[in-house]
């Protein structure tokens, strides 16, 4: 370990391991460790189930009905990768006018824009446009698009429009879902960008306790471990260890239920996702339902796990999460958590220390996705600039 890389990572959630298997690819030499014993961080899925009951302090072991307990890897923090019931005849035709026109879309076509300027026009006035009720205006600004919030609707429309031909695109691919989801749980995923790393040569330590991340002049130099130290140019980690790099800006609950039938009204689906729009239960954010079952090997035969989240708004939490579990009674089994929500206190550019967010309440990819470009892009333009500058001190003062 007493070795000089390009990049040390710390923690393998989703978002540090995809980061680590991209700087990997792009020929750096990487140190990846986690104080943990097991890949996915905050995001792991977790087996067998007994290992969830004592996660979550549920006293006795899980009864007889739920299977083997190597049968269950249950995530975490679930989230869905991108790969209708709420109106009348008039609307559908006035929707179906909307979609057709998001699918010609096209920003770098004028002639598709109809007279909407996307960089300009806010997404509530093409709603207008097309005299789009206020469900339907809520199913696809949050189901479709995947805002958790209406603040989208005084913004330029452009993002909108892509996200929403994003969602198209992805449901035309397989047919009945825009979504993915790996078998075994979503904690395949760090692993297998972990080992899209080390294929590229990134060294990889588990069980690897940080007793100090180094400094020198404002800048990370190094990380300490067992009294050996890493020396690095650059950092990426979650805010666990860097809790003085971080702020909380908010929580989240989520509650991971057992269930012994599909939700109802979904048809039996092995897998759904229900998204309840703020404007539905007067609340400012939305919240969010995933479920899965034995036909995805998360859960013992005739099983599901029904994972319900949102942003806390009030001192009763529970009390918030009520209406999405009212769609899944009755629920076998609740294991509850409520986390704080972390962003670090700066662009990490001056330190090098860069620092991922703590996952939100969404049940969907995208967010994480931004938060790995935003990451990647200021790592990219710290690295551009130091070597621009090394080029300049060259020109001026010749080569070392």
């Not at 599909?262 to 759904?272: E, R």
């Not at 479920?291 to 001192?315: C, F, L, R």
């Not at 990819?365 to 551009?384: G, L, N, Q």
């Amino acid at each position: 370990m007493n070795e000089e890389y390009d990049v040390i990572v710390l923690g393998t959630g989703l978002t540090e391991c995809i980061l680590s298997g991209i700087m990997s690819v792009n020929g750096k030499k990487v140190l990846h460790m986690d104080r943990n014993p097991y890949y996915g961080g905050e995001s792991a899925s977790i087996t067998p189930l007994e290992d969830l009951y004592k996660r979550f302090k549920i006293p006795g072991a899980p009864p007889a009905s739920m299977g083997r307990g190597r049968d269950w890897n249950v995530d975490l923090i679930p989230k869905f990768l991108m790969a209708n019931g709420l109106m009348g005849l008039f609307e559908k035709r006035r929707f179906r006018k909307f979609l057709v026109y998001v699918a010609n879309f096209d920003e770098n076509d004028p002639r598709t824009f109809e007279g909407i300027d996307p960089k300009k026009t806010a997404m509530r006035e093409v709603y207008k446009k097309f005299d789009l009720g206020q469900d339907v205006i809520d199913f696809t600004g949050h189901a479709l698009a995947l805002y958790r919030t209406d603040d989208y609707l005084d913004q330029p429309c452009c993002e909108t429009m892509n996200r929403i031909k994003l969602y198209s695109e992805s449901l035309a691919r397989y047919g009945k879902s825009p979504y993915l989801y790996p078998l075994y749980g979503l904690g395949e995923l760090p692993q297998g960008f972990a080992r899209l790393s080390a294929i590229y040569g990134g060294t990889y330590m588990l069980n690897k306790p940080i007793e100090e991340i180094i400094m020198q002049n404002g800048k990370v130099i190094g990380v300490k471990s067992e009294g050996e130290i890493a020396r690095c140019k650059q950092l990426i980690c979650d805010p666990s260890y860097v809790k003085d790099r971080v702020e909380k800006v908010g929580q989240v609950i989520r509650v991971i239920c057992v269930l012994s039938h599909p939700i109802k009204n979904t048809n039996d689906a092995n897998s759904c996702q229900i998204i309840i729009p703020q404007n539905q239960v007067n609340r400012k954010s939305d919240i969010y339902v995933c479920m899965i079952s034995s036909a995805h090997n998360v859960a013992a035969q005739g099983k599901y796990i029904a994972i319900a989240s949102t942003t806390v708004e009030t001192k009763e939490p529970e009390k918030e999460i009520r209406p999405a579990l009212e769609l899944l009674e009755p629920i076998e089994q609740k294991f509850v958590s409520i986390s704080d929500l972390l962003v670090p206190k700066d662009l990490g550019t001056e330190s090098q220390i860069f620092i991922s967010r703590t996952y939100d309440a969404t049940t969907h990819f995208e967010t994480t996705c931004d938060d790995i470009k935003v990451i990647y892009k200021r790592m990219m333009a710290s690295e551009f600039d130091f070597e621009e500058m090394k080029r300049q001190k060259n020109d001026i003062y010749g080569e070392d």
